[in-house]
């Protein structure tokens, strides 16, 4: 397919990669990919706390509330490295309202969904669109701000995403007690309505078709496939059925043939030989370890404090902004710390400080006090996010050649992702939790007892590797550009292609929240 034909990001006055901040353009373009990224990360956070609702309106099963949940974090991680490819081809911002459009229509169906099933089926819609947008929102500041510029911009882009990322629990549930869950997908129509036309009037186009000379469209597929059916297979396990033994040995036959399709092609989605480092493979080892717990914790949590505790969902989403608050306000002096002592201690500590906070939540019961059940538990839990989830980046950035980094940072967000949608399919499996536990408080508080001891020994391993396998970066590596990070569901994205400085100590450091949603 011809490149866009559409004006170079060069050729218009005023454009192009000599943006600045300050400049009208560049207002446009933050604007732009501010809106664009904040719909996909809203989602990701606000959907948990509407769960209930949802299931009670549409007369659903527990099982239907994990796949609204894992439809989208599965073709969101599944399609997110793609995403990032197709739109190097094919014009970024081409594929970034691409994106935009498409989520807003998935967000519709999911709005007007009659039936669980369509619920779900759009909520995968959605998953699409975010991993188009995403990508692209971050590459489309990359490509068009002056080198001096880059990094603030970054910082900007990804400090509203994670205020975004704070008030996101809190309207969901103002959504859910007020108009209802629907309106949780509907709002981001109006989003799109504005972001679109701001982006095709006001963004330069750009492309780099010398990135990406074709598209491992079989390797992403075979990728979200084995993923879909290992899923599925947990997620109907209770039944024990031939069909879920099945799924679950065709779920690892495709994984295999997705690891020997990445082998043979020339330019393939995941090119195997980054894990030559042992670096970059422990961290993401470590990676998949906290994600999946805070996937699973975050995911029961919601339900938690709405089932069990008796919160209204605008009080259980309030009750959970702490954690996200410590993260923007202190994951930037983390960073600066872990500069300092490396990154093995706070690898170490910070999930042990998570899995502390996972096993004080077990004080949460029927009528449980906010001030002394659930802060302490989420301060604490808040706590450790803050201690490793900034070193976790900059480790991940600094075990690969520079030229890599923004494909390495692509690469732990998605296993990030893969991590959480795996935990909230087994999650409930392994504590025990039927069907229609989250009707029964008593059953669901049983099963959340088994689970957050489970949580907190998945995080004890990811220490134990941490202090094992990770040592301190080389000199001169490449540091990140996002200097704090209010998402709890996938750390930052990192720009694919930077070609600016890194930032200096403590630049963006108010605003430099990666959105990795």
Request: aromatic content about 6%.
């Amino acid at each position: 397919m011809a490149a866009p034909s559409q004006k170079s990001a060069q050729e218009t006055p005023g454009a192009g990669p000599d943006v600045r901040i300050s400049s009208t353009t560049g207002k446009w373009i933050l604007l732009t990919t501010v809106l664009g990224s904040s719909m996909a990360l809203l989602d990701s956070t606000v959907v948990n706390v509407a769960l209930p609702r949802i299931g009670r309106d549409l007369d659903a099963g527990l099982t239907t509330l994990q796949w609204t949940v894992n439809a989208y974090m599965l073709t969101l991680a599944g399609l997110i490295l793609l995403g990032g490819s197709l739109g190097d081809r094919f014009g970024r911002r081409r594929i970034f309202v691409v994106g935009v459009v498409w989520f807003a229509v998935a967000s519709l169906l999911c709005g007007l969904a009659p039936t669980d099933t369509v619920l779900v089926a759009a909520r995968a819609l959605q998953g699409v669109g975010g991993a188009l947008l995403t990508p692209g929102s971050l590459a489309l500041i990359q490509a068009s701000f002056h080198p001096d510029d880059r990094a603030r911009a970054v910082g900007l882009w990804s400090g509203f995403g994670g205020v975004g990322a704070a008030v996101g629990p809190f309207l969901g549930g103002w959504l859910v007690d007020g108009p209802g869950w629907r309106w949780v997908f509907l709002l981001n129509v109006p989003v799109a309505l504005v972001c679109a036309p701001i982006a095709l009037r006001h963004v330069p186009e750009s492309s780099d078709e010398r990135a990406h000379k074709g598209f491992d469209v079989l390797g992403a597929a075979l990728g979200a496939l084995s993923l879909a059916l290992v899923t599925y297979a947990l997620i109907e396990a209770r039944g024990g059925s031939v069909v879920v033994a099945v799924t679950a040995v065709a779920g690892v036959a495709a994984g295999v043939a997705f690891v020997f399709v990445e082998r043979r092609r020339s330019d393939p989605m995941l090119p195997l030989d980054i894990f030559a480092s042992r670096q970059f493979t422990a961290v993401n080892l470590v990676t998949l370890c906290v994600y999946a717990a805070f996937g699973g914790f975050f995911f029961l949590t919601a339900l938690q404090l709405q089932v069990v505790a008796g919160y209204s969902p605008l009080q259980a989403g309030t009750a959970l902004l702490p954690t996200t608050v410590l993260m923007l306000l202190f994951s930037a002096r983390s960073g600066e710390l872990a500069q300092h002592i490396g990154p093995r201690i706070p690898l170490t500590v910070g999930p042990l400080l998570c899995a502390a906070g996972m096993l004080l939540m077990l004080r949460v019961g029927p009528d449980a006090s906010y001030a002394v059940d659930v802060l302490p538990a989420l301060l604490v839990m808040g706590a450790g996010m803050v201690t490793l989830v900034a070193p976790l980046t900059a480790t991940v950035l600094a075990s690969v050649d520079t030229g890599r980094a923004g494909l390495a940072s692509g690469i732990n967000n998605a296993a990030a992702r893969a991590a959480g949608l795996l935990a909230v399919a087994a999650l409930p499996l392994l504590a025990g939790m039927g069907p229609e536990a989250y009707r029964e408080a008593d059953a669901f508080n049983a099963a959340f007892r088994r689970a957050m001891p489970l949580c907190a020994g998945v995080l004890v391993v990811g220490a134990v590797l941490a202090f094992v396998t990770v040592r301190r970066p080389a000199p001169g590596c490449r540091r990140p550009e996002c200097l704090t990070h209010g998402c709890v569901t996938a750390p930052p994205l990192e720009p694919r292609r930077a070609t600016a400085a890194p930032p200096a100590p403590g630049a963006s450091r108010a605003s430099g929240a990666g959105p990795g949603s």
